[in-house]
């Protein structure tokens, strides 16, 4: 059986916006084609999105997909579609529960909003997490963990942030993505849909510019993380 790629969405606090993240992630895998296992806690902000998402598909007429709530990584039902991943919402709180997932995972993605989300001391819990990861998947062979750092909200436009993250990169061992901007595009979750949801059905959902540039800069971070 073909390995199904894990993306483990993460940070070293909460609130840097991990979940808006997952979602509209999921939603530009699906428009790629994939089935989507998401992996999460009890978390109000995806069961809101899963809500609003039906009552959407039943007022509007439409079919839109879903993600797959998944507890553990086997429980990915299997299916003719050989497209297939699996995104890992992890809470702050939770980076040491999951530390194996971290170490099994294809690709791991740090959502900063602000430079301090990147200025971990050597024993800080969450680059401890990171280290560990690497290790093991060095055992395995692995000669380079693909660590993405994903600026996001208030980050995108810190020039202060973006002169030093290179040296961080150096020194922690990650790329950087191309950062996502305060868009309110993204908070289309709350309605239950995602900016890359909107060009299949043009009709229900009229794109403005900023939908635009969201979709543009969620698709080029999906393209990134498989390079």
Known sequence: MQQIPIIVI?????????????????????????????????????????????????????????????????????????????????AATDNQKYAALFAAAHTLITVAATREDLNWPLQH??????????????????????????????????????ATIGEVAKRH?????????YRSAFQHINDGYCAADMAKFPDVFPMTMADVYARREILTLTDFLWQ
Request: proline share 5%.
């Open 10 to 90: 993460s940070s070293s606090r909460e609130g840097t916006g991990k979940t808006t993240l997952a979602l509209n992630l999921a939603a530009a895998m699906w428009s790629d084609g994939y089935d989507v296992g998401l992996l999460t806690n009890e978390n109000n902000t995806v069961r809101n999105f899963i809500q609003r998402r039906r009552e959407l598909c039943k007022k509007e007429h439409i079919e839109l997909p879903f993600p797959i709530l998944l507890q553990e990584t086997h429980e990915f039902p299997s299916s003719s579609n050989e497209k297939k991943v699996i995104i890992a919402d992890i």
């Open 125 to 162: 819990p969450y680059a401890n997490v990171i280290w560990q990861a690497k290790k093991q998947q060095a055992a395995r062979g692995v000669n380079f963990l693909n660590w993405i750092v994903v600026p996001d909200q208030l980050t995108a436009a810190s020039d202060d942030f973006s």
């Open 173 to 181: 061992g990650f790329r950087v993505a191309a950062p996502l901007h």
